[in-house]
């Protein structure tokens, strides 16, 4: 038992971590790209996102689960949109 909880922290911890690293990376490409295709990107999100709704409400998924992954994707959606105005801003 202490087994498999000790697994599953640590299982927690990995994705955690991952999770944590691509938002770094996904990041650190949308800032190096002109400001220009920051729309674009902008938008691409948006589209996946309904995209994503969709095909997770086909599944039935609990209402919570997917409250959780609109807010999820609303956090990115607005940390890109300021990393957008902060190159914007920038001559």
Do not use: C, F, W
Not at 36 to 47: P, S
Not at 61 to 81: E, F, G, N, V, Y
């Amino acid at each position: 038992m202490k087994n498999d909880i000790a697994d599953l922290k640590a299982y927690a911890e990995k994705l955690r971590t991952d999770l944590i690293a691509t938002n770094l990376v996904l990041t650190s490409i949308v800032g190096t790209l002109p400001p220009e295709q920051h729309l674009g990107v902008l938008r691409a999100i948006a589209q996946l996102s309904v995209m994503q709704e969709q095909s997770v409400g086909e599944l039935q998924t609990p209402a919570a689960a997917m409250k959780q992954l609109q807010q999820s994707i609303q956090r990115h959606h607005d940390q890109l949109q300021g990393l957008y105005k902060m190159r914007k801003d920038v001559p």
